[in-house]
């Protein structure tokens, strides 16, 4: 099945996998806050778990073997997902801002 007119072949998905890193580590390196700097880290994760979907499609002997790493990065992302918030949180609470600058202003 085409899907969008592309043929399902290995560069399709690294390409894809790429973009999707790409657009995170822009993100990363242009977000002043901590909710934009978050959802940067999810798109480089979301990269990564299509790069390893994809390896796992075409190269590797079982097929699984990619879907059970991108598993675990699913994992990992909403464990540092949730660990973030709960430190946005705290920052807000503290500064009254989600801004970068803003803990960098410490007192003392």
Avoid: W
Avoid at 32 to 53: D, K, P, Q, Y
Avoid at 72 to 98: G, K, P, Q, T
């Amino acid at each position: 099945m085409n899907l969008l007119g592309l043929s399902q072949h290995l560069e399709t998905y690294l390409v894809l996998g790429a973009l999707l890193f790409a657009f995170g580590l822009y993100g990363m390196a242009l977000r002043r806050t901590f909710i934009g700097m978050l959802i940067s880290s999810e798109l480089i994760l979301c990269g990564a778990s299509v790069n390893f979907m994809a390896f796992g499609r075409f190269v590797a002997p079982d097929q699984t073997t990619g879907q059970i790493v991108a598993l675990f990065v699913m994992a990992i992302a909403a464990a540092e997902a949730a660990i973030a918030l709960s430190i946005i949180i705290a920052v807000y609470r503290d500064f009254r801002s989600i801004e970068t600058d803003a803990p960098a202003d410490l007192k003392g």
